[in-house]
């Protein structure tokens, strides 16, 4: 059986007081994280995770910072809370539909320093298998989520050979030495 691997690095580094506490909450359990001096960097050695479990104290307190705000996470948090039983102590929440890029274009709207995060990722499988490796980007701005793949990237290159155009400027070969 293959294992398969999508290692992520998020950057830049994101200034802690930009993040609030039930984003943090949230974007510890999905990535790996260090300081980078008064910043977190985002990182996943394996791939973010797309379920997560986390304290409902720790998830009411969050959302009482997010009390006039709505958005995917604070929605999905909501309802989470209101679907818990009494006894509950933990919530397990699928981030699958979310993911981080949403979580992260919340902090980029508010944060005037920050344009855009990128969300790079590698696809690595312990056998070799064709649908085992590549990659993806993410470009995330206050007003958009950009994204695109090595699969992508394949394809439009294809087009661009049976259409004839070398990819340098006209004229000139291009080296893949």
């Known amino acids: 059986m293959a294992d398969y691997y999508s290692p992520t690095v998020v950057r830049p580094s994101i200034s802690a007081d930009?993040?609030?506490s039930l984003e943090l909450a949230v974007l510890k359990q999905m990535f790996e994280f260090e300081a980078d001096g008064d910043a977190i960097y985002f990182f996943s050695s394996e791939g973010p995770s797309d379920?997560?479990?986390l304290d409902i104290e720790t998830l009411k307190v969050g959302l009482a910072e997010h009390a006039e705000r709505s958005g995917a996470l604070a929605d999905m948090v909501r309802e989470a809370l209101a679907a818990a039983g009494n006894d509950d102590e933990e919530i397990e929440l699928d981030l699958s539909d979310l993911g981080g890029a949403e979580i992260f274009q919340g902090i980029v709207r508010r944060c005037e320093g920050l344009s855009a995060?990128?969300?790079t990722s590698a696809w690595t499988c312990t056998k070799m298998r064709p649908d085992g490796f590549g990659g993806g980007v993410a470009v995330v701005t206050a007003d958009h989520i950009l994204s695109s793949t090595t699969a992508q990237m394949e394809c439009e290159l294809l087009d661009r050979a049976e259409s004839g155009e070398s990819g340098g400027a006209p004229?000139?070969?291009?080296d893949h030495g």
């Open 51 to 53: 379920t997560i479990w």
């Open 18 to 20: 930009a993040i609030t």
């Open 117 to 119: 995060v990128v969300i």
């Open 171 to 174: 004229g000139q070969e291009m």
